[in-house]
Structures are given as C-alpha cells and as structure tokens.
C-alpha cells in the first residue's frame, strides 16, 4: 500500500477551506470585517491611553536622566543606613512601644471599622436593602468615605481631637468603614440564594433569612478581609503617625529630621519583620476559614 501524501492532504483541506470561505463570510460578516465598529473603538481607546500617557510623563517632568542620576544619592543614604542601630536601651524601648502602639491603632481600628461597617453592607447590598432609595443612599455614603485616604482623615481626627494614638484610630477606622462597606455588601451579593429560599419556604421572614440563610454564608470572607485590612492597616498605622496620629511612624519622621539614619533603618527593618510575621499568620488563618 501507498503511503498518503500529507503535502495533498493539507492542500486538500485548504482547498476545502477557501470554498467554504464566502459562505462563512456571508453568513457571519461582523466578523469576516476588517474594521468593525468594535475593532475601530478598541483601537481608538488604546490610542487615547497611549496619548494621555505620554501627555502624563511630559506634563510631570519625568525624566530617565533625573532617575539614572539620582541612583548615586539613594546608593549614599542606604551606605548611611547600614549597619542598623536602634541607639541606647531607653530609644529601644521607646521603639519598641512605638511599634506595639502602631499595632494597638491598627488592630482597634480596623475592628471598630469593621462592626460599624457590617449593618451598612446589608444596607448597600441589593439583595438585603430595605429598599432602592436605602441603598443607594447606603453606596454613595460608602464610596463618598472610601474616597477619602486614610491619611487625610488622620489630619482631619488630628485637628478634631488632637494629637496621639486616638486620633489613629478613628482615622483607620472612618477609612476603613468605605471599604468594608464596598466588600461585605459584594459579598453579600454573591451568596448563594438557595439557603435563603430554603428558609423562607420554612416560614422564616427576610430578617430570618439574613440571620440563618445569608450571614452563616458570608461570615468566613468577612473575616478574610478584616485578616487582611488588618495586614494593610499595620503598615497605614505607620504612615498616618507621621502626621502626628500616634504609633512608631512619629518617631521615625522624627530620626530622618534629624539624619540619623542608622536608627531609620532599625525601625524600617522591624516593620517590615511585623508586616511579614503578620501577613504569613493572616494567610494561615484565611486559609483556615476558607477551607
């Protein structure tokens, strides 16, 4: 027996292909059209954020050379940062409470954030708001806090309540409100329906149903996300204690003022190790909920 020719079989189902080709055109010519209306609109979109772009880089002075030239000062300020020093015992522990204090603003803030935003992300949820008029009430005052940093609110608590730890806390709390709000409500969104159908055809009302169908559901991905705001908010705690809002970041604006940056690199180092620590238990504990 002969041995087919693979050469004539591809030219075979080429041929077939090509006769087939008006007919497929015909019948789908969308998307036989060169340019279609969708093609030129992806195109002009990607053309507008490439110009917009460039406008940015040019408008902001960016510069290559500025970049290129600078990598010798940072090379200097990280030669004076090495070896760490924390200083003498009386400033080691005065970090050390520092950071213990940015944890405490942290850890209350991000669980006063999360209590008050439990409520509004039933309230902002479609399929637990007490009407149309509620929530979109409830989604614009969330978007409208989440809108604002946490560091303006510390500025803000700051000018309200004066210096200290206290006004860290409420600043990473009111921040934090706008997103739990946005995050609860999605999840309560995405719940599955089956076990508050389940429980309605029992005779159970709609508050029966959030109680026993929605929030058993929902509980394991709410705590996943205060797990990790908790993480985020720890390195927050620092920024905002900048600006006078408590916590070690105070200190640490206070060691580059006075260039000592032995003690700068110090307190870097220790909270880069608590956000690692941090973040590999909140993995463990995220991973623990959701299986």
Known sequence: MSASNPTSQSMTLRERALADLPDLTARHPAV???????????????AAF????????WRLE???????????QLVHFLGLMFPPDPGTWPRTLLIFRGLAETLAIAFLGTLLAA???????????????AGRVVHFLSRRTLDSIRGI???????????????????GVLAIMTGDIGTFGKLFSEAIEAADRKAVEGVNSAGGGKLAGI?????PAVLPVMAGHVLYMFESNTRSSTIIGIVGAGGIGLMLSEMIRTLEWGVVSFIVLLILVT???????????RAALAG
């Open 275 to 285: 956000v690692l620590v941090i973040d590999n238990l909140s993995s463990r504990l």
């Open 211 to 215: 109680r026993f169908g929605v929030l």
């Open 115 to 129: 209590a008050i935003a439990l409520p509004l992300g039933f309230l902002a949820a479609r399929n637990t708001s």
């Open 62 to 72: 960016f510069s290559p050379g500025r970049i290129v030239g600078g990598f010798g």
């Open 32 to 46: 036989f059209r060169r340019f279609s209306a969708g093609r030129l609109t992806g195109i002009a979109l990607l």
């Open 149 to 167: 940093d946490a560091l303006i609110w510390a500025l803000i608590w700051v000018s309200v309540v004066g210096l200290g730890p206290f006004a």
């Open 50 to 57: 490439l110009a917009l772009f460039i406008f940015g880089l």
